[in-house]
């Protein structure tokens, strides 16, 4: 497949963990772990799909997901997210900044790649 | 004047109870019995001599008919029927008279309304706690993060599928690592939340414990004094009142600025400023070559059998209180919100001027009080920055040369505060009116 997935989450071994099992499905996989500058990442991987943790250094996750929607070549990228938090609000925060799906710590890497999956169909 | 109104009550109880005949106790202090009837029914104002001699004859002290123990209770009794939430149309024009013939049940009244709000309160700080506690939420992220690590990580090494050596080394490094995070994180949270008064009945904030820590050592630290000999650490390593970490924490901030207070202005020459000056923050400050704040801090540490009851707020540039410490009169509470009106406030809009106006709360224990506010910065000067503010404002009975004119009425906070017409009021009073 050889698409590039961009992975934006500030915990080291979870990025390990997902890196791996996302190369070793194919993925071409690129990480970032602080919010700030997350946006000029985007632009300068330019990936096909991003996983973006919601709780950042720097900026949150709404925040950057709101940047990147409001993108002209970005807007459209299907979005990941990523929070250690299951409630109601929080899903709704997601969806209405304009997450493509959300997923709640702790998550399974099986969960993960079928996401991914599923948001790489075009 | 409900006031006057309860002198002759009490009047009439205690003679009754030294089973003196009205005629025995108006020959006595010089009345006609039939004056004393109508100051037993409340119907005279009464005062000065003759209640200084009827005190005298019922072996009284004073006090004792003209304010007393019955003023708090009422007080209670009043707060409680302003809950009253079952309509039970508590007799309140008779509340005195309550009071006054049955002080034990009235006590037990008040007793239980007071303890069904600490448990409301109580209540209110448990949910609180689970919903905005930032603590307990960023201990609970950490877990579950480093939980998800372990997860993701743990499936990729019992995956049958084949894996090179050094991802797998890399793999159990991680999981190692990981699992000590975890063990770490699950310690600390279990620690806070046991912390957390949930054995006892008590739910406390850490601004409860910091507030109780201050009381129970009456503001002052003898030990943190020059040549007292100790460190804030020793202080607190023996400390017993408090428990939660922010509240430790809270503590070491407010200590360490009693010793560097301490060191500034050193207790004996302010003691000896104050036998010349009076207790007047502003020209204390400028004998002693400090900024105002320090005074005020410093002046709050004394105790009060030196210099009086002196009552201090503290609170940023949100309005929040950083620190309490009470004073008999003027009511400042942690629970509601507080009186926009006080200078506390009013310093916020101009740091470094001085504000002291007399005040009178409403509300039947308020006294009216001296109330000197300053605001002051923390931290560096800089361009272009605004600066971070601290408020404080000190509480001092008022001296009776002060000019009682120019009072100036103001609530302890929106629910409790009967002021009639005031711009400032954020919500409904839950007072009856007519009060």
């Given at each position: 497949?050889?698409?590039?997935?961009?992975?934006?989450?500030?915990?080291?071994?979870?990025?390990?963990?997902?890196?791996?099992?996302?190369?070793?499905?194919?993925?071409s996989?690129?990480?970032?772990?602080?919010?700030?500058?997350?946006?000029?990442?985007?632009?300068?991987?330019?990936?096909?799909?991003?996983?973006?943790?919601?709780m950042?250094?720097?900026?949150?996750?709404?925040d950057?997901?709101?940047?990147?929607?409001?993108?002209?070549?970005?807007?459209?990228?299907?979005?990941?997210?990523?929070?250690?938090?299951?409630?109601?609000?929080?899903?709704?925060?997601?969806?209405?900044?304009?997450?493509?799906?959300?997923?709640?710590?702790?998550?399974?890497?099986?969960?993960?790649?079928?996401?991914v999956?599923e948001?790489?169909?075009? | 004047?409900?006031?006057?109104s309860?002198?002759?009550?009490?009047?009439?109880?205690?003679?009754?109870?030294?089973?003196?005949?009205?005629?025995?106790?108006?020959?006595?202090?010089?009345?006609?019995?039939?004056?004393?009837?109508?100051?037993?029914?409340?119907?005279?104002?009464?005062?000065?001599?003759i209640?200084?001699?009827?005190?005298a004859?019922?072996?009284?002290?004073?006090?004792?008919?003209?304010q007393?123990?019955?003023?708090?209770?009422?007080?209670?009794?009043?707060?409680?029927?302003?809950?009253?939430?079952?309509?039970?149309?508590?007799?309140?024009?008779?509340?005195?008279?309550?009071?006054?013939?049955?002080p034990?049940?009235?006590?037990?009244?008040?007793?239980?309304h007071?303890?069904?709000?600490?448990?409301?309160?109580?209540?209110?700080?448990?949910?609180?706690?689970l919903?905005?506690?930032?603590?307990?939420?960023?201990?609970?992220?950490?877990?579950?993060?480093?939980?998800?690590?372990?997860?993701?990580?743990?499936?990729?090494?019992?995956?049958?599928?084949?894996?090179?050596?050094?991802?797998?080394?890399?793999?159990?490094?991680?999981?190692?690592?990981?699992?000590?995070?975890?063990?770490?994180?699950?310690?600390?949270?279990?620690?806070?939340?046991?912390?957390?008064?949930?054995s006892?009945?008590?739910?406390?904030?850490?601004?409860?414990?910091?507030?109780?820590?201050?009381?129970?050592?009456?503001?002052?630290?003898t030990p943190?004094?020059?040549?007292?000999?100790?460190?804030?650490?020793?202080?607190l390593?023996?400390?017993q009142?408090?428990?939660?970490?922010?509240a430790?924490?809270?503590?070491?901030?407010?200590?360490?600025?009693?010793?560097?207070?301490?060191?500034?202005?050193?207790?004996?020459?302010?003691?000896?400023e104050?036998?010349?000056?009076?207790?007047?923050?502003?020209e204390?400050?400028?004998?002693?070559?400090v900024?105002?704040?320090?005074?005020?801090?410093?002046?709050?540490?004394?105790?009060?059998?030196?210099?009086?009851?002196?009552?201090?707020?503290?609170?940023?540039?949100?309005?929040?209180?950083?620190?309490?410490?009470?004073?008999?009169?003027?009511?400042?509470?942690?629970?509601?919100?507080?009186c926009?009106?006080?200078?506390?406030?009013?310093?916020?809009?101009?740091?470094?001027?001085?504000?002291?106006?007399?005040?009178q709360?409403?509300?039947?224990?308020?006294?009216?009080?001296?109330?000197?506010?300053?605001?002051?910065?923390?931290?560096?000067m800089?361009?272009?920055?605004?600066?971070?503010?601290?408020?404080?404002?000190?509480?001092?009975?008022?001296?009776?040369?002060?000019?009682?004119?120019?009072?100036?009425?103001?609530?302890?906070s929106?629910?409790?505060?009967?002021?009639?017409?005031?711009?400032?009021r954020?919500?409904?009073?839950?007072?009856?009116s007519?009060?």
């Amino acid at each position: 497949m050889g698409k590039r997935v961009l992975i934006i989450e500030d915990e080291p071994n979870i990025i390990e963990a997902i890196s791996f099992i996302l190369s070793r499905d194919g993925w071409s996989v690129k990480t970032h772990s602080n919010g700030h500058d997350a946006m000029d990442v985007v632009r300068a991987r330019s990936p096909d799909l991003i996983i973006l943790d919601v709780m950042l250094p720097g900026k949150s996750g709404y925040d950057i997901l709101e940047e990147i929607r409001a993108d002209v070549t970005f807007g459209e990228i299907p979005v990941l997210m990523l929070t250690a938090r299951g409630q109601r609000k929080d899903r709704e925060m997601a969806e209405r900044a304009g997450a493509s799906r959300y997923m709640t710590k702790p998550f399974s890497n099986s969960d993960v790649l079928e996401a991914v999956r599923e948001l790489a169909q075009p | 004047m409900p006031e006057s109104s309860i002198i002759g009550t009490r009047i009439r109880e205690n003679r009754l109870l030294r089973g003196l005949r009205q005629s025995e106790l108006a020959k006595a202090v010089g009345i006609s019995p039939s004056y004393l009837n109508l100051i037993e029914h409340n119907r005279r104002r009464i005062g000065g001599k003759i209640l200084l001699e009827i005190a005298a004859t019922l072996n009284v002290e004073p006090s004792v008919l003209s304010q007393g123990a019955e003023a708090a209770l009422i007080a209670g009794l009043q707060e409680a029927a302003r809950r009253d939430v079952e309509g039970n149309s508590a007799e309140q024009d008779r509340l005195e008279e309550f009071a006054g013939r049955f002080p034990g049940w009235a006590k037990l009244l008040v007793d239980l309304h007071r303890r069904s709000e600490e448990l409301e309160h109580s209540v209110k700080a448990l949910t609180d706690r689970l919903a905005h506690d930032p603590h307990l939420a960023e201990s609970i992220h950490e877990v579950l993060s480093v939980v998800t690590a372990i997860r993701s990580t743990a499936s990729i090494l019992v995956d049958p599928k084949p894996l090179e050596p050094e991802w797998q080394n890399r793999f159990h490094r991680n999981i190692n690592e990981d699992s000590r995070r975890l063990a770490e994180g699950a310690k600390a949270l279990a620690q806070y939340l046991d912390a957390a008064p949930g054995s006892e009945s008590d739910i406390r904030s850490p601004q409860d414990e910091l507030d109780t820590f201050l009381s129970e050592n009456r503001y002052h630290f003898t030990p943190l004094e020059i040549g007292g000999g100790a460190t804030v650490d020793d202080i607190l390593d023996v400390d017993q009142f408090l428990t939660l970490p922010a509240a430790i924490e809270m503590a070491r901030t407010v200590l360490k600025q009693y010793e560097a207070d301490a060191h500034r202005v050193h207790y004996g020459e302010l003691l000896a400023e104050i036998e010349k000056r009076g207790v007047a923050p502003i020209e204390l400050a400028d004998a002693m070559n400090v900024n105002p704040a320090t005074i005020f801090r410093r002046l709050a540490t004394l105790p009060e059998e030196h210099v009086g009851p002196i009552g201090l707020a503290i609170c940023d540039g949100s309005g929040t209180l950083l620190l309490r410490k009470p004073f008999d009169g003027f009511l400042v509470t942690r629970m509601s919100g507080s009186c926009p009106l006080w200078p506390l406030y009013r310093v916020l809009a101009q740091p470094d001027v001085p504000l002291q106006m007399r005040l009178q709360q409403v509300g039947r224990d308020a006294r009216p009080v001296t109330a000197m506010a300053v605001a002051e910065r923390v931290g560096p000067m800089q361009f272009n920055v605004p600066p971070t503010l601290r408020a404080y404002m000190l509480v001092v009975p008022m001296s009776v040369t002060d000019e009682a004119e120019c009072l100036v009425e103001v609530g302890t906070s929106c629910r409790v505060c009967s002021r009639e017409g005031c711009l400032s009021r954020r919500e409904p009073s839950a007072m009856q009116s007519g009060f």
